[in-house]
Nanobody, 121 residues
Framework: QVQLVESGGGLVQAGASLRLSCAAS????????MGWFRQAPGKEREFVAR????????FYGDSVKGRFTISRDNAKNTVYLQMNSLKPEDTAVYYC??????????????WGQGTQVTVSS
């Protein structure tokens, strides 16, 4: 089993920045990917970004390209999501996910409990 714990959410004004963290424990992967997703009230879950555990390959959803950056610290088994120029439409619960295979928007095996991000206008 893999446990994922997100942190770093909060309430900010539009234009501000936040950094989310996702700490992984248990049976961590030496390959595969870690991803971030979000879900706003009444909307479907949306892919945000993902990063390979090995190498530097990243991929972003269209709505966050150029504003969000995903990174990792393998020594700490932690993945980060730096969110800049936040907009009210970024308000959602953000979830961290882990996959043992190289994937982008589906096929994740483990999920965190989520952290709330609220952006006021």
């Amino acid at each position: 089993q893999v446990q994922l714990v997100e942190s770093g959410g909060g309430l900010v004004q539009a234009g501000a920045s936040l950094r989310l963290s996702c700490a992984a424990s248990g049976r961590t992967f030496s390959s595969g990917v870690m991803g971030w997703f979000r879900q706003a009230p009444g909307k479907e879950r949306e892919f945000v970004a993902r990063i390979n555990w090995r190498g530097a390959s990243t991929f972003y959803g269209d709505s966050v390209k150029g504003r969000f950056t995903i990174s990792r610290d393998n020594a700490k088994n932690t993945v980060y999501l730096q969110m800049n120029s936040l907009k009210p439409e970024d308000t959602a619960v953000y979830y961290c996910a882990a996959s043992s295979i190289i994937t982008t928007t589906s096929g994740y095996d483990y999920w965190g409990q989520g952290t709330q991000v609220t952006v006021s206008s």
